[in-house]
């Protein structure tokens, strides 16, 4: 009777041991989602709001033909007049995916608790996300705000948001 325990607890031990082991030696799943890409570390480049070039999209471009994408001014007359003040997008090129530059209005940002922007950078990122758009969102200071950055190669989209911590007076807190 002993040894017959004794036989199970070995078998037991073996049988966990051999599942710990497969799980660290065993690749990762081609299953795995791959990882969303960082955002973007191109410079905001404000001129465009006031001297547009054809290949970008801003709070004022508006074609008469079709609908202008993306099509961000529902959010901005909805919701977001106040806070969202302009934005820029760029078409996709050989070396970045498409994003949109939101420009906010800081008094604005400033004042609004973690949750609040957080909430704003969601629904923004949504709605481009459903364009092919990634985002970043800046002040007119050319400050990054935060991004909503998504892997477009996976269905659904998986996407990050990042957002950074300033506190109400906008200093970021000591560590």
């Known amino acids: 009777m002993y040894i017959l325990k004794l036989c ?7 049988l966990l041991l051999t599942i710990s082991l ?11 989602t791959p990882p969303i890409p960082s955002p973007s570390s191109a410079p905001l480049e404000l001129d465009l709001l006031t001297k547009p070039k054809d290949y970008v999209i801003t709070a004022n471009t508006i074609n008469p033909e079709r ?4 099509s961000l001014w529902w959010a901005q007359q909805n919701s977001e007049k106040k806070l ?3 934005w820029i997008a760029y078409p996709a090129s050989d070396k970045e995916p498409a994003r949109v530059d939101l420009i906010v209005n800081q008094q604005i940002w400033s004042l609004l608790e ?6 704003f950078v969601n629904r923004l990122g949504s709605a ?20 909503y950055t998504c892997n477009f190669s996976t269905s659904p989209a998986s996407c990050s948001i990042q957002t950074t911590v300033k506190n109400k007076i906008g200093l970021q807190p000591s560590l």
């Open 84 to 86: 969202l003040d302009n």
């Open 114 to 119: 973690y949750v609040e922007r957080y909430d």
């Open 8 to 14: 199970e607890r070995q078998t037991s031990f073996l």
């Open 67 to 70: 609908l202008t994408v993306p």
């Open 22 to 32: 497969t799980a660290l030696v065993v690749p990762p799943s081609l299953a795995e």
């Open 128 to 147: 481009a996300r459903n364009f092919g758009y990634n985002v970043r969102v800046f002040n007119y200071q050319k400050e990054p705000l935060a991004t």
